[in-house]
């Protein structure tokens, strides 16, 4: 398993950058570099994904063993691409960027009663690694939906939502 394949980067996403959620124009932005949809995936190991900050930001927080398994996706990316998602992400000052091994699933997941195991890979993906230990108490999410039943849509309030203010609100 690599996180690599034919020159392009495998990035695992589980926020606002999956399919149908605010961010994923990013993903279609090909002045930002190539991207190519793969599959719906589901972590093998269990992480805490939790909601969080006045923006109602998405956390997957590196805490192996804890939370659950989380649905996303997996898009092939290349060099260009990366480079911009690391600064998206803030990487490496908020975000890490970790490799995980997820198991790809049927595209047409939307829950984890309707996957089906398609077989493994190695993925990029964005991690908060340093955070309050009240966020493990947080409610935990399989799969994140700006739009779900959880009442906390994503507000990214541009002139506020800026890396130092969401690192400050962490620390609070």
Known sequence: ??????????????????????????????QRGVTQF??????????????????NLPFLLYAPGKGQQILGEIFDIDDTFLEWLDEFEGHPEMY???????????????SLKTCEN???????TYFLKKFPDEMLDLENL???DSFGDHNRIY???EDQLSRSNV??????
């Open 142 to 144: 399989s799969s994140y």
């Open 1 to 30: 398993m690599t996180s690599s394949v034919n020159g392009m980067h495998r990035i695992f996403v589980y926020g606002t950058l999956k399919r149908g959620q605010p961010n994923h124009f990013h993903m279609e932005n090909r």
């Open 96 to 110: 890490v960027r970790d490799k995980i091994n997820v198991n790809l699933v049927s595209n047409g997941a939307n």
């Open 155 to 157: 507000k990214p309030e």
């Open 118 to 124: 398609l077989g493994k890979t190695e993925c990029w």
């Open 167 to 172: 690192e400050e609100s962490l620390r609070n």
């Open 38 to 55: 793969i599959s719906t995936a589901l972590t093998e190991t269990t992480y805490p994904l939790v909601i969080s900050t006045m923006w």
